[in-house]
């Protein structure tokens, strides 16, 4: 991450404020055809959107269970409970992600209006790409993912 990232993003973290009810954890290890709640505590979800919290794709219990075709997704909602609902235009995510060595990373971006969105995330016409299996790298680092 450059200077100019670091000054622009990381001082502005509008998703700190949400509620932790505000995001939905979910795995597969079928590339995204099914999905698993990761279950995760009001705590986990808080300290995602500010200190930090390890999540890992497919939720691998053993080595065994690593594969290519394990993902992660995180959907964010808005909560009518959230106090000082964040309004921004957002251009670039930060994401610190460890990829733990392993090659063609990848992270995906897309959102929809909560008026087009029926609680079902796998209704594809609802939503909008903004950033399409950006490569992501490093053994824990920063990743700056640019929005079209």
């Known amino acids: 991450m450059g200077v100019v990232d670091y ?7 509008f998703l700190a404020q949400l509620n932790s009810k505000s995001a939905k954890f979910e ?6 055809a099914t999905w698993t709640d990761y279950n995760v505590t009001d705590a986990q979800s808080s300290d995602f959107f500010t200190y930090g919290t390890n ?25 009518e409970t959230d106090n000082n609902t964040p309004y921004a235009h957002v251009r670039k995510f930060a ?7 392993s090659d063609n990373c990848w992270c995906t971006l897309r959102a929809c209006k909560a ?6 995330s796998t209704v594809e016409s609802s939503w909008t790409y903004f950033a399409t299996k950006m490569p992501v790298f490093g053994w824990s680092g920063w990743n700056i993912i640019k929005l079209s």
């Open 7 to 13: 000054n622009y993003i990381l001082p502005q973290n």
């Open 27 to 32: 795995w597969s290890r079928d590339a995204g």
């Open 55 to 79: 999540f890992i794709c497919g939720n691998p219990s053993n080595a065994s269970e690593v594969s290519v075709n394990n993902r992660l997704r995180i959907t964010i909602q808005n909560q």
């Open 95 to 101: 994401i610190n992600v460890s990829t733990s060595g």
């Open 115 to 120: 008026s087009n969105y029926n609680g079902d």
